[in-house]
């Protein structure tokens, strides 16, 4: 399982990003996928997660990201998207999405197993 996040980059605050979660050779779709993400000298904090397709595909995202950003999933590019917008210089981070790798799972799985690669997002005037 291998997991490919992208899309980041330097954004003004106030800005907006939309970042990918992929993978190459089987179906996202098919798994919980969550993004996280981790500020330099802070912990790893989650911050959404969408339920395998095959189950109820709910997702939701952290209460303090509610109304800037949003999870979704587009089976036919085998990609979840995390939308950003009105960023804030809080929200640097380098941004991962991971899997459980168990077909069926809802949001949150007991646990990540797999990573991707990260990318960054700088938010800065």
């Known amino acids: 399982v291998q997991l490919q996040a992208s899309g980041g980059g330097l954004v003004q605050p106030g800005g907006s990003l939309r970042l990918s979660c992929s993978a190459s050779?089987?179906?996202?779709?098919?798994?919980?996928i969550g993004w996280f993400r981790q500020a330099p000298g802070k912990e790893r904090e989650g911050v959404s997660c969408?339920?395998?397709?095959?189950?109820?595909?709910?997702?939701y995202v952290v209460d303090s990201l509610k109304g800037r950003f949003t999870i979704s999933r587009d089976r036919a590019k085998n990609t979840v998207y995390l939308q950003m917008n009105s960023l804030k210089p809080e929200d640097t981070a380098v941004y991962y999405c991971?899997?459980?790798?168990?077909?069926?799972?809802?949001?949150?799985?007991?646990?990540?197993?797999?990573w991707g690669q990260g990318t960054q997002v700088t938010v800065s005037s």
């Open positions: 991971a899997t459980d790798g168990v077909l069926g799972t809802t949001c949150p799985p007991y646990e990540y197993y797999y």
């Open positions: 050779g089987f179906s996202l779709d098919y798994y919980a």
């Open positions: 969408i339920s395998s397709g095959d189950n109820d595909g709910s997702s």
